[in-house]
């Protein structure tokens, strides 16, 4: 079953668009994965990215938050999201 992981940041819509747009597409994955940080506007976002799955129940959607990241704006940043990315 192919998953599609993908990190979200200010923008909720890159997640369907990877989902619609790369392959296998919306007839291929099964599951979505995503990665965040933690902030307000990450949660409004969250928000509209559950609405949107809610209307593919075949789906299965998660999300991860890494705890106390807001937002990338350094190399340490990087590397901490990135070791999430890989756990």
Do not use: K, N
Request: glycine fraction near 6%; charged fraction near 25%; charge should be negative.
């Amino acid at each position: 079953m192919p998953t599609l992981l993908c990190s979200l940041g200010a923008s909720w819509a890159v997640v369907p668009d990877a989902f619609h747009l790369l392959p296998p597409g919306p007839d291929g994955f099964r599951s979505v994965h995503v990665l965040t940080s933690a902030s307000d506007q990450v949660d409004a976002g969250i928000g509209e990215l559950l609405r949107y799955f809610e209307r593919l129940p075949e789906v299965a959607l998660t999300v991860t938050r890494v705890d106390g990241f807001t937002e990338l704006r350094s190399e340490e940043d990087h590397f901490t999201f990135e070791e999430v990315l890989y756990r």
